[in-house]
């Protein structure tokens, strides 16, 4: 059965970098587009960045960008997300998730995304 599992999360210090994966179980990851959302304690969950699987597109929401990068490895079948300069506001539980990056930012997101992984645990401190 198709399945997303999330690994890479751990506790580190501000400027520190992670990389988490998004790996695929089940079906040819190349062939969807995979979101990462986050989310922080006492907050809603926010849509971080996706990969379009049409053209490779890659998005990402405004307090991430030039830090954050998310490319697919093919061997692995994952998408990951590379984190740099961390920040204690990165701080999260993060899912990657399959469905459309035009649904990234919607607030009826959980609509549009069919599959998601159980997630993984980002601890950034100051």
């Known amino acids: 059965q198709v399945e997303l599992v999330e690994s890479g999360g751990g506790l580190v210090q501000a400027g520190d970098s992670l990389r988490l994966s998004c790996e695929g179980f089940a079906f040819r990851i190349n062939d969807f587009s995979i979101a990462w959302f986050r989310q922080a304690p006492g907050k809603e969950r926010e849509g971080v960045s996706c990969?379009?699987?049409?053209?490779?597109?890659?998005y990402y929401r405004d307090s991430v960008k030039g830090r954050f990068t998310i490319s697919r490895d093919n061997a692995k079948n994952s998408v990951d997300l590379q984190m740099n300069s961390l920040k204690p506001e990165d701080t999260g539980r993060y899912y990657c998730a399959m469905g459309p990056c035009s649904h990234l930012y919607s607030g009826d997101y959980y609509l549009h995304y069919d599959y998601w992984g159980r997630g993984t645990q980002v601890a950034v401190s100051s």
């Open positions: 990969m379009s699987s049409s053209d490779g597109s890659r």
